[in-house]
């Protein structure tokens, strides 16, 4: 069963940022929405998440139940995607406020990619 070429971007793409989470989780704080408790342990959780959903999407026998947690993810961290654009337009940092807003139809396809990781 070969691996689609969405499946290993998105694979990837979820590898870089879950290390990322590890080792520089308080370069996520900032954009966490005050109702999250215990912020620096969601962030590393999630970084832990996105290595783990990474590995599962590559194998074949947890793809379909990787994508479908990938899913989810995507969906759980869309919130805080916002509130970085939000927060960056408010504090008048136009730089920061375009390249965030540009951020958020980037997660479309990569929601896309775990749907169809999910679906088989």
Known sequence: MTIERSTKILAGIFTVSGVIHLVRPQAYEPIMPAWVPAHREVIIGSGVAEIALAAGLLAP??????????????????????????????????????AAVARLPLQWPMLKSALKAARG
Do not use: E
């Open 61 to 98: 026998s947890t793809r379909r139940l990787s994508g479908w947690g990938s899913v989810a993810l995507l969906a759980a961290v869309y919130p805080a995607n916002v509130k970085m654009a939000t927060d960056a337009a408010a504090r008048g940092n136009k730089p920061l406020a375009a």
